[in-house]
Nanobody
Framework: QVHLAESGGGLVQPGGSLTLSCVGRGFTLDYYGIAWFRQVPGKEREGLSC???????YVSDSVKGRFTTYSDKAKNTVYLQMNDLKAEDTAVYYC???????????????????????WGRGTQVNVSS
């Protein structure tokens, strides 16, 4: 059984930083990539980043230069480091995987939500003074 769990969200002031964690169970990051998305209720989800099984990374233009993604395979955990946070970054942040071995970052980020078979519950990030 594949399980993903996000953590690390909370309240932060504009300009601050947070690191979100996505812990995977039932699979290994040696085989599967993990993507990060965010969503404001009632709006479309936004793809943010992805790290593939070979360590290649993708970061969307909207957050490039502020957000980075990296993994610790020993902990089976993927991180999203968020710096210089802005009010518009307020959202629920999710991690997900397509559950297919050796998918590239492009393959993962181009898929519809239903093709990303496994999602975490999400973690709330609030950026406010």
């Amino acid at each position: 059984q594949v399980h993903l769990a996000e953590s690390g969200g909370g309240l932060v002031q504009p300009g601050g930083s947070l690191t979100l964690s996505c812990v995977g169970r039932g699979f290994t990051l040696d085989y599967y990539g993990i993507a990060w998305f965010r969503q404001v209720p009632g709006k479309e989800r936004e793809g943010l980043s992805c790290i593939s099984s070979d360590g290649s990374t993708y970061v969307s233009d909207s957050v490039k230069g502020r957000f980075t993604t990296y993994s610790d395979k020993a902990k089976n955990t993927v991180y999203l480091q968020m710096n210089d946070l802005k009010a518009e970054d307020t959202a629920v942040y999710y991690c997900a995987t397509d559950g297919l071995k050796f998918s590239t970052t492009h393959q993962i980020m181009s898929k519809e939500a239903l093709e990303l078979l496994y999602w975490g519950r999400g973690t709330q990030v609030n950026v406010s003074s």
